[in-house]
């Protein structure tokens, strides 16, 4: 039999390029069988559309919930706004008091209260800060007596335009002003005051009667 003899330095090479085929091909068999990087596939299947906590933004859900009107969302209470007394004198019902109370005026006839000027929303505060004057007969009695007191209740001007008002009046320093004395000004302007304008004249002056 004839036996091939190698030189020791081949031998040598052909163990390394067996060594270097079976190894690229344990590489090529490992990728094939554990697939894509795992860290990037859970990365990608595990993240939330909101980020990665699957939230939204906690500051921009605290500032949906901030109310529209502001702080407290409330107004100015009824008659202690700004232009209170404005509205009042502005009304249909007080615009008719310049018929009578103002220089001048067609009704301005003997008897009549006289202090008041609503010629101008001016002269009409001012003069309500003043004391009846002028009346006659029953009504006597409730000169002297302020038109705006401290208080609604205490207001001849509110007693003359409200009948529960005129009718639990009493002024200390002038007993005989009570309901018996005092006039029914409804009768003059032909209809009740409306409910909110009545509401807005007591709140008004119970808010110290401002000027605005």
Not at 23 to 41: I, K
Not at 130 to 138: K, P
Request: hydrophobic residues 35%; proline residues 7%; glycine residues 16%.
């Amino acid at each position: 039999m004839f036996i091939s003899k190698r030189h020791p330095s081949s031998l040598r090479r052909a163990a390394w390029s067996l060594a270097l085929t079976l190894g690229l091909g344990g590489l090529t068999a490992l990728q094939a069988g554990c697939g894509s990087d795992p860290v990037d596939e859970g990365d990608d299947a595990s993240a939330p559309p909101g980020g990665r906590d699957g939230g939204s933004d906690p500051v921009n859900q605290g500032d949906a919930s901030t109310p529209a009107a502001g702080g407290d969302g409330g107004t100015d209470p009824v008659g202690e706004g700004d232009g209170a007394f404005t509205r009042i004198y502005e009304s249909p019902e007080f615009q008719k008091c310049g018929d009578c109370h103002a220089p001048g005026a067609p009704g301005r006839v003997a008897g009549i209260e006289s202090t008041q000027n609503w010629s101008t929303r001016d002269s009409a505060y001012a003069s309500l800060k003043g004391m009846a004057s002028g009346l006659i007969g029953n009504f006597a009695g409730c000169n002297g007596v302020p038109l705006l007191g401290t208080t609604a209740g205490t207001s001849l001007l509110v007693a003359a335009l409200d009948e529960e008002t005129r009718a639990s009046f009493m002024s200390a320093s002038k007993p005989d002003c009570n309901g018996d004395a005092i006039s029914d000004m409804t009768l003059k302007l032909g209809a009740p005051l409306p409910a909110a304008l009545l509401a807005e004249l007591k709140a008004w002056i119970d808010a110290g009667a401002p000027n605005k």
